[in-house]
């Protein structure tokens, strides 16, 4: 069975402040993805970013970065000079090569104050 | 991009209930989540080409359907308090070749039943 633990319920940060999202994983498949999402207030979940297992690279885009690694089945996700419009709910999520169950974390409210 | 109907719905207990979503173009898969407040969505059931292709632990009161037009929907039928719950639909482009290729989910805005 898939796993994936967002051990960080909640955190508060104040604008421009840098903050990293945990994620870690379990699965007994060699390939699968994993996934991050945001969901605001308004409760459409927005695609983030898509990596698959064979891909370890970090990956930069903006004010988002990524670091998947294999070793220890995380992967965390970080956000440089926070702002307000940050605030929200973050998912990380895995699939197998299936493709069809998407196995959600409990989220991470991330709530950024002026 | 993937929408959803109705956005609010509020049913009584045992009733039946009938969302709907539209698919993104060119999209050949729809997959259905249950997310209860302050929860990750669970899946509920994914449709390729019109046929169930994988299913989660949600019992058979919970049906689906996909046609050939982009739209699907999800049926709820003896409600339960339980229910209550924002009902959100992903579409997403598997893979014919050599079995299925994990494609990206894109999420619709998302259906928030309330069952009284």
């Known amino acids: 069975a898939q796993k994936v633990t967002q051990a960080q319920t909640e955190i508060s940060v104040v604008e421009k402040e840098d903050v990293t999202l945990d994620c870690v994983y379990e699965?007994?498949?060699?390939?699968?993805?994993l996934f991050w999402y945001k969901q605001p207030p308004s409760g459409e979940l927005v695609f983030l970013i898509r990596r698959n297992s064979f891909d370890e690279q970090n990956e930069i885009s903006g004010r988002y970065s990524w670091n998947f690694q294999k070793s220890t089945s995380s992967f965390n996700f970080t956000i440089t000079a926070s702002q307000v419009v940050d605030s929200a709910v973050y998912f990380c999520a895995l699939i197998d090569n299936a493709g069809n169950m998407l196995t959600f974390g409990g989220g991470t409210r991330l709530m950024v104050k002026p | 991009g993937v929408t959803q109907s109705p956005t609010h719905l509020i049913k009584t207990r045992g009733q039946q209930v009938t969302l709907r979503c539209s698919s993104q173009s060119g999209h050949n898969t729809v997959s259905w989540y249950q997310q209860a407040l302050g929860q990750g969505p669970q899946f509920i059931f994914q449709y390729y080409r019109e046929e169930e292709n994988g299913r989660g632990n949600f019992p058979p009161r919970f049906s689906g359907l996909q046609f050939p037009n982009d739209s699907s929907e999800l049926n709820v039928n003896a409600l339960e308090l339980d229910d209550s719950a924002l009902y959100l639909c992903a579409s997403s482009l598997l893979g014919t070749s050599g079995g299925a290729i994990a494609d990206t989910q894109y999420f619709g805005p998302g259906t928030r039943l309330t069952v009284l």
């Open positions: 699965t007994r498949d060699t390939t699968y993805y």
